[in-house]
């Protein structure tokens, strides 16, 4: 029966019945997680938070956002590329996916530099992914002031260090190493951004508009998230400063914080925080411990709380190609 049927026929049927017949048996949105630095897709750890996930909104459909199908290349890929084209590389991917391109809304959830990778794939391609919820832990959404990467006794990655700090704002370190383009330059004086990091930052000035030239799709694609979700770790040694996961501004010398509200980039509303706050969607949260360190209690929270279906749901793929060949 369903052979007989044009595959677009079928489609077209599959969405005008959706709505009617559903209601019934409502899954959780999917959920995109994005990993951090040195992790990789495929990484154990990170499928025991997609498990967790399922666990707690049964049903979910879990996408672990790649690079490369293979882990290592993956990995490789959290160090080294235009994190421009990964974006790219990225929205292409999920808006060509079979489950996810069906599905009416997307929830996300990312890992310290994952964290700002998935606000700039919002910002950026929200004509063609369409997230509600976005979930931030540790992440370096003002930037990071210092390289505070490798493990003791690790010199691959002091080399790698070595690199990044020699020509932080060279077009080649720019274009090839990722932790570089959302590394943030303040002339701590007058707590403005350096004229070399707004010339020559490859992401984060971007996404941050911090230009004179705004883009206002990226405030109007950030503002129609439903909740953003901004996770920091109280005791992080790694990101610094820590406060970045909340966009605020850290004083290096004083260590005095201006927070978020207080910033331009608030204030002016260059990104779409402002309304997005103003609708009650923009969450401030800390958790303790040092960087990624996260139990399974403060993500089971997160899922209920953000993930639920209860809030957005859909029927998955499966059941509405299954109401079809039923009728
Ligand atoms: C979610 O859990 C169910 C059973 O609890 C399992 O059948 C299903 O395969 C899981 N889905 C994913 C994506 O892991
Ligand atoms: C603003 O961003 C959107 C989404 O990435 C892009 O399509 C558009 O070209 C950008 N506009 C400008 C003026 O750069
Ligand atoms: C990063 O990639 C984009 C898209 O290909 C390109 O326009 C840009 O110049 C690249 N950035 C650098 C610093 O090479
Ligand atoms: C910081 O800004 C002040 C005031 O504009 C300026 O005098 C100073 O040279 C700047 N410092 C650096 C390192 O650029
Ligand atoms: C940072 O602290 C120093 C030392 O107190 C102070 O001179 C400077 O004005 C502060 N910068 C900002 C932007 O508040």
């Given at each position: 029966m369903l052979s007989l049927l044009p595959l677009s026929t079928l489609l077209l049927v599959t969405q005008a019945l959706a709505s009617p017949l559903t209601g019934t048996e409502s899954k959780p949105l999917p959920l995109l997680i994005w990993h951090g630095l040195g992790d990789n897709y495929a990484a154990d750890g990170l499928h025991s938070v997609g498990d967790l996930a399922n666990e707690t909104n049964p049903g979910t459909?879990?996408?672990?956002?790649?690079?490369?199908?293979?882990?290592?290349?993956?990995?490789?890929?959290?160090?080294?590329?235009?994190?421009?084209?990964?974006?790219?590389?990225?929205?292409?991917?999920?808006?060509?996916?079979?489950?996810?391109?069906?599905?009416?809304?997307?929830?996300?959830?990312?890992?310290?530099?994952?964290?700002?990778?998935?606000?700039?794939?919002?910002?950026?391609?929200?004509?063609?992914?369409?997230?509600?919820?976005?979930?931030?832990?540790?992440?370096?959404?003002?930037?990071?002031?210092?390289?505070?990467?490798?493990?003791?006794?690790?010199w691959i990655c002091k080399g790698y260090i070595g690199l990044l700090k020699a020509n932080t704002w060279g077009a080649w370190v720019q274009g090839h190493l990722v932790p570089a383009q959302y590394f943030k330059t303040t002339n701590e004086t007058t707590g403005e951004p350096t004229d070399e990091y707004l010339e020559a930052s490859n992401f984060l000035a971007d996404i941050n508009n911090e230009r004179k030239l705004k883009n206002v799709t990226y405030a109007k694609n950030l503002a129609a998230l439903d909740n953003f979700v901004m996770y920091i770790f109280e005791d992080d040694t790694t990101v610094i400063p820590k406060e970045s996961g909340w966009f605020a501004y850290t004083n290096i010398t004083t260590e005095h914080v201006t927070p978020l509200r207080e910033r331009d980039i608030y204030k002016e509303d260059w990104i779409g925080l402002k309304k997005l706050d103003e609708k009650g969607g923009l969450h401030f949260k800390t958790t303790e411990g040092g960087h990624m360190n996260l139990g399974d209690k403060v993500l089971k929270d997160v899922f209920k709380t953000y993930f639920s279906p209860a809030k957005a749901s859909w029927n998955g793929v499966f059941e509405s190609v299954q109401e079809i060949i039923e009728l």
């Open positions: 459909y879990v996408y672990y956002i790649r690079l490369d199908e293979d882990a290592g290349s993956d990995r490789s890929a959290t160090f080294l590329g235009n994190v421009t084209e990964q974006i790219a590389q990225v929205c292409n991917d999920i808006a060509e996916h079979d489950v996810l391109s069906q599905a009416p809304g997307l929830n996300a959830l990312g890992f310290s530099q994952g964290g700002q990778f998935l606000r700039g794939l919002i910002e950026r391609c929200g004509d063609r992914v369409n997230i509600k919820n976005l979930v931030t832990f540790g992440s370096q959404h003002n930037g990071i002031a210092k390289y505070q990467i490798c493990k003791d006794g690790d």
